[in-house]
């Protein structure tokens, strides 16, 4: 927990304490630290309740993690909002869902035009943190939202996607899943069409996403894209054993071909306890999300916060641990440890998943910062881990683009 500066150069009845008084001024350092970075997440799901609940972000909630008040509290540079596309649709639906998604996050931006700015590129990224502003980039998760077609991916493309994530809980017909939240992932890969989406997605600029991928799509990924690409929000499998995380092998293979792993905050990634956990109580938990869910109909938003009320109801009972935020720093610890800190970010998932204790809302972010110089961490990589990593990564992304568009015009 962070500590009050006044309370921090307090000792016993009022005397000065020096190693209080050290602790609060790491406090005081890593907060300047962090409001001076350029702090980007990329994996936030509020597009669900843009659209949905048409849910307006200028305005502090109760529910919920993300809002622009919040936004600022942590002094958040540039999120990625994803339109999430559950895989129980398919075809024109899924290609509909996407879309009235990445307009609900774009409505949000016109409404707010004080505070948002969309963002295409690295350097528009920078334009909006220098003018002040909270840059909004655009995503697409689930593959399945191209509907097999590479001119729905371009139509993404021009309505500013900057990432898509290749699958999401189920296979496409050409890309292989890691499966749920629980169980173990399929060995499927890519196809020869998956193949073609990467490489159109490098002539587009996109950054290739490979969280919620098979280990098998993970290789013919990195085989075929001829740019970095991004794990948008998964942890470590070392530390905890599921699916969704990357093995150390394959954080080491993202990492050489100049890619980015994004540890994300979902409680169900970041502790193996919570991971067996759940595994035993998966039935349970479904079919009481199954009764508490049956009035919200297609309401995804409001079915995320229903799971998130039943799933501490189910840490209270004692069936689920909790888990503490400081997990998500063990996680960026293990894959900095494996690569350095220019292959490792933050990909919340706010909204989208269940937050550990302590990291509930995105002001609270600052707590990461603190974290890392506690452990020592150099300012510039601190600066590398909450940001800079994926402004490389995009600035590379659309490099790869203008190179391919400069090979087809010779």
């Known amino acids: ?196 989406v990467v490489r159109e997605m490098n002539r587009l600029g996109m950054v290739v996403d490979v969280s919620h991928v098979s280990d098998r799509t993970f290789a013919d990924v990195l085989e075929t894209s001829a740019a970095p690409v991004m794990a948008s929000h998964s942890c470590c499998r070392a530390i905890c054993p599921a699916m969704r995380n990357l093995t150390d092998d394959m954080i080491r293979a993202l990492a050489a071909r100049g890619g980015l792993l994004q540890i994300t905050f979902h409680v169900g990634f970041l502790s193996a306890e919570y991971h067996a956990a759940m595994c035993a109580v998966m039935a349970e938990f479904e079919s009481r999300s199954r009764i508490r869910n049956e009035e919200f109909g297609d309401n995804e938003a409001r079915m995320l916060r229903q799971d998130e009320l039943l799933r501490a109801e189910m840490v209270r009972e004692g069936k689920l641990p909790p888990v503490n935020w400081e997990k998500i720093v063990e996680h960026v610890d293990h894959a900095t440890q494996l690569v350095g800190a220019e292959h490792v970010g933050l990909g919340s998932d706010f909204d989208g998943a269940f937050m550990p204790e302590g990291m509930e809302d995105a002001s609270m972010l600052p707590r990461i910062t603190e974290a890392l110089l506690r452990r020592g961490y150099a300012d510039e990589d601190i600066r590398k881990i909450v940001g800079e990593n994926v402004l490389r990564v995009l600035a590379d992304a659309e490099r790869v683009a203008q190179e391919t568009a400069a090979g087809a015009s010779s």
């Open 1 to 196: 927990m962070l500590s009050s500066p006044l309370l921090a150069l307090a000792g016993v009845g009022g005397a000065f304490s020096p190693a209080s008084a050290a602790a609060d001024s790491i406090e005081c350092r890593a907060r300047e630290l962090h409001f001076r970075s350029l702090v980007i997440d990329t994996h936030v799901d509020i597009a669900q309740r843009c659209f949905f609940e048409q849910f307006d972000m200028g305005r502090r909630d109760a529910e919920g993690s993300v809002d622009i008040p919040r936004l600022r509290e942590g002094g958040v540079g540039a999120v990625f909002c994803a339109a999430w596309v559950p895989a129980k649709l398919s075809g024109a639906s899924a290609v509909k869902r996407a879309l009235d998604l990445l307009d609900a996050v774009r409505e949000q931006v016109r409404l707010h035009p004080g505070d948002l700015a969309l963002a295409r590129t690295a350097e528009e990224i920078r334009r909006a943190h220098r003018d002040g502003k909270i840059a909004v980039v655009l995503c697409v998760e689930g593959g399945h939202a191209i509907d097999n077609d590479l001119a729905v991916l371009r139509s993404f493309a021009v309505l500013g996607a900057r990432y898509m994530t290749l699958t999401h809980f189920a296979d496409t017909d050409w890309a292989g899943s890691s499966g749920g939240l629980v169980g173990a992932g399929g060995s499927k890969g890519l196809s020869e069409f998956g193949r073609e």
